[in-house]
């Protein structure tokens, strides 16, 4: 029998090998429902053998014809997980007894293709914490989970009503912060030092950072442009600088 539902907790469904096996090998989520379709990649994948005996109450098989009709969107590799909870924090956490820690603020992240590839970006390169306002933020959706492909159950969320307030706990715990902008004043990218406490600041292709938080920004990051294109896609730039950061903490 599937878990009931609990209406005080968001819900949502994914689908696809690698973000449903992440997720149900996490247990961090209650599971509502797996449906797999009968003799599909997904219901053959012995990557799935375990959660399938911890769910084994929870999975419906369907016919190729039934899970087609049902399921017609998206590349699902024979499997959609239903689930709910809330994977995001409210609170960061105390970090003055750390030497080392990095998080990402975004800041008009409108867009939930972006928002879950940053996600699974962040994740890859090892960060702390991904922070984001409530407001001025797309919100967490099943299309900002499914593009992260199963990092956000890796990854820390944390969302902020004010992150000018997030950003005075942070640097009371030691943390530079750091605006991914583009101005004259702002110093290249691999010229900043990464290590040690840092917090990330990114905004939008269009819209940049608020000003009224890159105020609180104690240095300005750019990635100068060779071509006839001006700004990079903002998952491409976060990936610049937090793989630039991997690097130093790595010498």
């Not at 902008?181 to 819209?207: L, P, R």
């Given at each position: 029998m599937a878990n009931k539902k609990n209406k005080t907790q968001p819900s949502y469904s994914i689908f696809g090998l690698n973000g449903c096996s992440e997720l149900l090998q996490s247990g961090q989520f209650q599971i509502n429902h797996i449906y797999l379709q009968e003799g599909s990649q997904a219901d053959k994948n012995r990557r799935l053998f375990d959660p399938r005996h911890q769910y084994a109450n929870n999975i419906t098989g369907l016919s190729k014809h039934t899970f087609k009709n049902r399921f017609h969107k998206g590349r699902t590799q024979g499997i959609v997980v239903e689930f709910f909870g809330n994977g995001v924090k409210k609170d960061l956490p105390n970090f003055s007894q750390v030497d080392s820690a990095c998080i990402l603020v975004l800041d008009q992240i409108e867009d939930p293709q972006n928002f879950g590839q940053i996600i699974r970006t962040s994740e890859?390169?090892?960060?702390?914490?991904?922070?984001?306002?409530?407001?001025?933020?797309?919100?967490?959706?099943?299309?900002?989970?499914?593009?992260?492909?199963?990092?956000?159950?890796?990854?820390?969320?944390?969302?902020?009503?004010?992150?000018k307030h997030e950003f005075q706990q942070l640097k009371e715990d030691g943390f530079w912060i750091v605006g991914?902008?583009?101005?004259?004043?702002?110093?290249?990218?691999?010229?900043?030092?990464?290590?040690?406490?840092?917090?990330?600041?990114?905004?939008?292709?269009?819209?940049g950072i608020r000003e009224k938080v890159l105020e609180s920004c104690d240095f300005k990051a750019t990635i100068p442009m060779q071509g006839k294109t001006d700004s990079l896609n903002v998952s491409a730039a976060v990936s610049a600088i937090l793989f630039e950061r991997l690097r130093q903490i790595s010498l």
């Open positions: 890859c390169a090892g960060i702390d914490g991904l922070l984001f306002p409530k407001h001025h933020s797309a919100p967490i959706s099943d299309t900002v989970l499914q593009v992260s492909q199963g990092a956000f159950v890796n990854l820390p969320l944390y969302e902020a009503t004010n992150l991914l902008e583009n101005s004259i004043d702002a110093e290249e990218w691999h010229k900043i030092d990464y290590k040690g406490k840092v917090a990330i600041v990114v905004g939008s292709e269009g819209k």
